[in-house]
């Protein structure tokens, strides 16, 4: 079974930057497919970006284009999400998850709220 | 871009009977690359369904996923307490790659 484990919750300002990561302790088989999904208070999934099991190359959801980095380690497997100029719209829960082979959204972490707040 | 639109918002049932949740591509879902999640209040959605039809590791067979191009279902054939939650569901391929549908809740009659 893959777990994901997030970083803690975080409480930001306008304008500041936030990093979340996500660590699979001990997992050392096949490669694995990172992306990030978001949800704010009371509404739906957003997709974010990740890693295209396609060709391994990072793509990024048009509306974060500018302002979203996502890396990553591997040993161990950590994948990280940098979020810039943060605004109270960025107020969400923020999930790592991993990709498979039908593109579904398959091992979900915990969960990180990022709140922004003046 | 790819939109999908979920159907209907909200779906009020009672335990035993039988749900039909609906999801519409705006085009056509290539590959039929369409997967459907639950999410309960407080937890992290849940694969249940994916390439449209495939039933997730460890999901009951009550839940079920059909059709194929645009129109996509999801029927769970005789709810259970635990099956109230919200749903949703998400395709690859079209821009934006990956997307969701903006949900629906079932609820408890």
Redesign the interface.
Known sequence: QVQLVQSGAEVKKPGASVRVSCTVPGYTYTKLFI?W?RQAPGR????MGGF?PEDGRI?Y??MFQDRVTMTEDTSPITAYMDLSSLSSDDTAVY?C?TV?L?????H????TLVAVSS | EIVLTQSPGTLSLSPGERATLSCRASQRVSGN?L?W?Q?KPGQ????LI??AS?T?TGIPDRFSGSGSGTDFTLTISRLEPEDFAVY?C?Q??SS????????TKLEIK
């Open positions: 992306h999904v739906g999934l957003e997709w295209d793509i959801a048009q999930y998850v498979d039908w593109r579904q959204f398959l979900w972490g915990q969960g | 690359y997967a999640y999410q992290a959605p849940r694969l994916y390439g495939s997730a949703y998400q690859y391929g934006p790659k990956y997307s969701f549908g903006q949900g």
